[in-house]
């Protein structure tokens, strides 16, 4: 199985301003994916961020929002723009397990927990 | 898109006692996933059903997915305090491989 981490495990910080969230996979994946979970929903695609290519946004997320980098195939990172508190939740990457995928049994980091003030 | 709808929302068992969540689907289910969420933590995979009428077991946990490929169920005996957590089901979307989920079910297990 793949191992994922992701930094900062959790963040508090004023609206208006940004972070970004940094998602490490142990070996080398093609696909990797960036969710949101906000307070008492469940878990929704952002984006999904392949190597090589520009990130592809579900609808209702946007590029300017919430830029993605995909710099190697063992790395990314989520930037959470502008901030204002709604943008309050859990954001979790995942990643295609190693040797790609045969199921489509995703590896998620353990999330990080932003909350806006 | 796929809607799946998770029941019950919450659930409170005393150690010892079985229980089941159900996860239904508004669509045929080609691939069916269950997740462990600790509070607050990330998801951990569970097991995968795709066929209808399948049935996994691991330790005191197992997953159902009906022959109609539209609801499944997760099952637990004899429930322990390291059960509790939130328990998602996912399912394959129109986005590639990314993962629609239910809203969750959230056990806890008291002594």
């Known amino acids: 199985s793949a191992v994922i981490s992701q930094k900062p495990s959790r963040d508090i910080c004023q609206r208006g301003t940004s972070l970004t969230i940094q998602c490490q996979v142990d070996?080398?994946?093609?696909?990797m994916f960036w969710y949101r979970q906000q307070p008492g929903q469940s878990l929704t695609l952002i984006a999904t961020?392949?190597?090589?290519?520009?990130?592809?946004?579900e609808s209702g997320f946007v590029i300017d929002k919430f830029p993605i980098s995909r710099p190697n195939l063992t790395f990314s990172t989520l930037t959470v723009s502008n901030m204002s508190p709604e943008d309050s939740s859990i954001y979790l990457c995942?990643?295609?397990?190693?040797?790609?995928?045969?199921?489509?049994?995703?590896?998620f980091g353990p999330g990080t927990r932003l909350t806006v003030l | 898109s796929q809607e799946l709808e998770q029941s019950p929302q919450s659930l409170i068992v005393q150690e010892g006692k079985n229980l089941t969540i159900n996860c239904t689907s508004s669509?045929?289910?080609?691939?069916l996933y269950w997740y462990k969420q600790k509070y607050g933590e990330g998801l951990i995979f569970l097991m995968m059903?795709?066929?209808?009428?399948e049935e996994k077991s691991h330790e005191k946990i197992t997953a159902k997915l009906d022959e109609k490929k539209q609801q499944s169920s997760l099952h637990i005996t004899a429930s322990q305090p390291s059960h509790a957590g939130i328990y998602l089901c996912?399912?394959?979307?129109?986005?590639?491989?990314?993962?629609?989920f239910g809203k969750g079910t959230s056990l806890l297990v008291t002594p």
């Open positions: 996912g399912a394959d979307s129109n986005s590639g491989y990314a993962l629609n």
């Open positions: 070996s080398q994946v093609t696909m």
């Open positions: 059903l795709q066929k209808g009428g």
């Open positions: 669509k045929t289910l080609y691939g």
């Open positions: 961020a392949n190597q090589g290519s520009e990130a592809t946004y």
């Open positions: 995942s990643a295609e397990p190693p040797g790609g995928l045969l199921y489509n049994e995703q590896f």
